[in-house]
């Protein structure tokens, strides 16, 4: 009887591992050869959105700017001037920039460093009698001298959990859920 | 989701016994205080400071009414609340300048663009009609049922050589604003509405000329719709604090940005990515109107604004860039110190609950930095508690409160 007892935590604790590491995600890339104490100002460019949410890219990408300049470790140029330097390029794409591209637009803004912002999800995900909010978010960091890309995250916040199953709610309303998944990738930023 | 939607209906026979049994204290309280227990007397209480504003016109003075400009987005009879406007401030002792001769000049000039007057018509119509100050009022918004709704932002302007805002106040009333017992408030007349907007604005307009250099107790500013006494002619003070949710919820302040010093300061209209047409203009306006308050900041009128963004031929297709702010800030153009400028993504005062959400952006001509950056979003059932009490019935009073606490912040 005992040793039946042994198995079946045995069984758990294996299980709980695969769980845990099931969950554990490592999304946050880092150039190690790179000195993030250099960069001072950057231009955050208009995100992708591949949501069905009008404006959701530009309600992101707009909070995303005020935190990361909240933060007060860099200087993000308003969004007027990054519009200017990439309206004086002319064929700019904000979506997927060559690194030939970042480095005139740099030379325009006068920045270290441009980030890119895909916005994958902004919306309500339903769990069949239960809805809540998500927001899904990865980000890139490209330095301009070099054109490479020196730190990229993600992050997904919000969705039907387990106490929205339980008790209903309906989940934290969109902005929470937006300044949620930023805070977390400043984290990974900033770690 | 919130206690008025929420609550079961034991919960609110729990609210209303809770009412009940506070109202008679209240009562009781409000039954000591005399009639001749005045402002003073709450001065002494709460140890507040005391406010005195002299307005830098009178009422002898010849006042221009501009036709309405409308931001509605829709139809709306701009006459009649004309008319409506102009018979109150007659009301109220006002010098009018008769409708003949500003059509007269206005047709003359060719002005189209109502919500404000550029340099040269401004200068004009002070020499040519004697006009010392004119009336420009906005329609933010009007609904003639479901329900009736009437929006109005004002401002007087002194007119002649520089144009300069003298007063501005706005006010907003909702059919079912103040429902009272069984809904027996509830207003279904929207011309109800116009007669009551129209003269909430013209006393607001009277009492900041009569009582002006009178002291008040700065703790009135807490106050400052329309309707309300004195509100209209307080500047921020030290006591003045708006409610906490409306606030800004993310802010970045450069170190630049001071407190002890005066700001000229030009408020370009926010870049409207929300699907209510005009709502970045009406938002700047809310800025003005609580600007114009703060000792802190000497507001351009919008209408010179207006005129020098036309004469640079400024595009902005995502605000103001740094050359923009720097060629606004110019000596040659505006000289201010300090461009406004920000993004709306919300304005919702179509139906049921109000919503608003904006980003405000502030640069600095002189140096071309970015030194403020925040984002407001609210909606108009934050505050209940229980029942409705605590909700804010239109987008114009929630846009209102938001721009004064940003403000608030701006200012501390």
């Not at chain 1, 590491?21 to 490592?26: L, N, P």
């Not at chain 2, 307005?55 to 309405?68: E, M, Q």
């Not at chain 2, 103040?178 to 604005?201: K, M, N, S, Y």
Request: with cysteine; net charge negative; charged share 20%.
């Amino acid at each position: 009887m005992k040793r039946q007892h042994g198995s079946v935590e045995r069984i758990i604790a294996s299980f709980l591992l695969i769980l845990v590491a099931g969950c554990a995600s490592d999304d946050v890339y880092f150039e190690p050869n790179m000195d993030f104490g250099s960069l001072r100002t950057v231009a955050v460019l208009p995100f992708t959105n591949l949501t069905g949410a009008e404006e959701a890219a530009e309600r992101v990408r707009d909070t995303f700017m005020g935190m990361l300049l909240a933060t007060g470790a860099l200087y993000v140029l308003p969004p007027g001037e990054v519009a200017r330097g990439m309206s004086k390029l002319g064929r700019f794409s904000a979506e997927g920039p060559s690194s030939e591209q970042i480095k005139q637009l740099s030379t325009i803004l006068d920045v270290e460093g441009v980030i890119t912002g895909v916005v994958r999800e902004y919306g309500t995900v339903r769990s069949g009698s239960t809805s809540a909010n998500i927001v899904s978010i990865s980000l890139q960091l490209i330095d301009v001298s070099s054109g490479i890309v020196v730190w990229s995250a993600s992050s997904t916040k919000g969705g039907v959990g387990i106490l929205d199953r339980l008790i209903g709610g309906g989940g934290d309303p969109m902005d929470t859920v937006t300044v949620k998944a930023i805070n977390e990738l400043l984290d990974k930023l900033f770690e | 989701m919130n206690c008025s939607t929420s609550c079961s209906s034991r919960t609110q026979i729990a609210c209303g016994l809770l009412v009940l049994l506070v109202l008679p204290a209240c009562a009781a309280t409000a039954g000591k205080t005399t009639p001749g227990e005045g402002a003073a007397a709450r001065v002494g209480s709460d140890g507040s400071s005391e406010i005195a504003v002299v307005a830098p016109v009178d009422k002898s003075a010849l006042i221009a009414v501009l036709p309405i400009e409308n931001l509605s987005g829709g139809r709306a009879p701009l006459e009649t609340i004309r008319g409506l406007l102009v018979s109150k401030l007659r009301e109220n002792g006002f010098q009018l300048l008769d409708d003949e001769a500003l059509g007269e000049f206005m047709q003359r000039y060719r002005v189209r663009n109502t919500g404000g007057l550029n340099a040269a018509v401004s200068r004009a119509i002070h020499e040519e009609t004697g006009a010392d100050a004119y009336l420009a009022t906005s329609l933010e918004a009007y609904r003639d049922s479901d329900p009736a709704i009437v929006s109005l932002i004002s401002r007087l302007v002194q007119d002649g050589e520089r144009s300069r805002i003298v007063w501005m106040d706005g006010v907003s009333l909702s059919a079912g604003g103040h429902p009272g017992f069984l809904g027996l408030g509830v207003v279904e007349d929207p011309d109800i509405l116009l007669d009551q907007a129209t003269r909430c604005l013209a006393d607001s307009l009277g009492r900041s000329l009569r009582e002006a250099g009178e002291p008040i107790p700065a703790a009135l500013a807490n106050s400052y719709y329309a309707c309300n006494p004195r509100a209209d002619v307080v500047a921020l003070s030290s006591e003045r604090r708006g409610r906490a949710r409306h606030r800004p919820r993310i802010i970045f302040r450069s170190p630049a940005i001071r407190t002890d010093r005066r700001y000229s300061v030009a408020v370009i209209p926010f870049l409207n990515l929300s699907h209510r047409s005009h709502a970045g203009k009406i938002t700047a306006l809310h800025f003005v109107k609580h600007l114009i308050r703060s000792a802190q900041f000497t507001v351009v009128d919008p209408g010179l604004l207006r005129e020098q963004l036309l004469k640079y031929r400024v595009v902005m297709e995502a605000g103001p860039s740094l050359a923009n702010a720097e060629i606004i800030s110019s000596d040659n153009s505006l000289g201010v110190d300090l461009v406004f400028s920000g993004t709306v993504f919300d304005y919702q005062d179509a139906a049921g609950i109000p919503k608003v959400e904006f980003s405000l952006k502030i640069i600095e001509g002189g140096s071309r930095q970015l030194v403020w950056s925040s984002r407001s979003h609210n909606d108009g059932e934050e505050g209940v508690v229980f029942f409705d009490v605590g909700r804010i019935y239109t987008a114009h009073q929630l846009a209102s409160d938001m721009a004064w606490g940003t403000v608030e912040a701006l200012t501390r």
